[in-house]
């Protein structure tokens, strides 16, 4: 088979748990947890595929605001693929990096994501950043803070080596479900010239096929970066 032009690296929106299953006159709550599912799916196949690093925005800083129940019931995910099922993103043979304020967060899901980050630092064949409490805006500031208290004026270089996605190419291509439009405070500054990719398929639904079908179309992108047309 002929292969394509791959990104190195894919972001996820996940979005449309909710929606998916109040659809199905089931509580949000399973929403998220089919949404889990789907998670270790498509980003195992965007490994298998030849994808290099794959972000996911798990839960944003703006998320945190949500009602207490929804959230304990999402805390109660991580509790699980963290610690007690942890060998299902063990499976996924990639380093994970947990990204964003984890304050929120029960300390002992905290602690679950920290050692799972310190069992597979070792791994360099695939990168796995997992955003979580996440918000680019509230990322860029704090690196404007930190830069402001270092006395040091940054270029584009120096900045990126301040943000959460430290040493972390910018992503290629940003896929979002759910039917919606918008990054939603999402690797803002990263994505300057990412490919956007928007699905209507709510995330638990978006399969393997869309997947493939989202990576055809970004092969077909000519990607200028402010440059004129070469020949493609
Ligand atoms: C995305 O699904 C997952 C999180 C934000 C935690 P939503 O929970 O936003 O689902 P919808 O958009 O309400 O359907
Ligand atoms: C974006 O989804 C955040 C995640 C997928 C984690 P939201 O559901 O929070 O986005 P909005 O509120 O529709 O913009
Ligand atoms: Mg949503």
Redesign the pocket.
């Known amino acids: 088979m002929k292969t394509i032009r791959l990104p190195v690296h894919v972001a996820f929106?996940?979005?449309g748990n909710g929606r998916w299953a109040t659809r199905r006159l089931r509580p949000r709550a399973y929403g998220h947890k089919m949404g889990v599912q789907n998670m270790f799916r498509i980003c195992g196949h965007a490994f298998h595929l030849g994808v290099r690093i794959v972000t996911v925005?798990?839960?944003?800083a703006?998320?945190l605001s949500r009602p207490q129940a929804e959230l304990d019931e999402l805390y109660e995910l991580f509790r699980t693929f963290f610690d007690k099922k942890k060998e299902k993103l063990l499976e996924l043979n990639a380093k994970i990096h947990v990204i964003g304020d984890l304050a929120a967060l029960p300390e002992d899901v905290q602690a679950s994501m920290h050692a799972l980050e310190a069992e597979t630092a070792g791994i360099t064949s695939a990168l796995l950043n997992i955003?979580v409490g996440y918000g680019a805006r509230q990322d860029v500031l704090q690196a404007v803070n930190k830069a402001v208290a270092l006395g040091r004026f940054v270029d584009d270089a120096s900045f990126h080596a301040l943000l959460l996605t430290a040493g972390v190419p910018d992503p290629d291509f940003i896929i979002r479900t759910?039917n919606?439009r918008?990054l939603?405070n999402?690797l803002l500054y990263q994505a300057a010239y990412a490919e956007l990719y928007f699905s209507s398929k709510m995330w638990p639904e978006f399969s393997r096929r869309d997947l493939e079908k989202a990576l055809v179309d970004y092969a077909a992108r000519s990607r200028r970066f402010g440059n004129v047309g070469g020949k493609e």
């Open positions: 929106i996940m979005d925005f798990a839960l944003s703006e998320n955003c759910g919606e918008r939603s999402f």
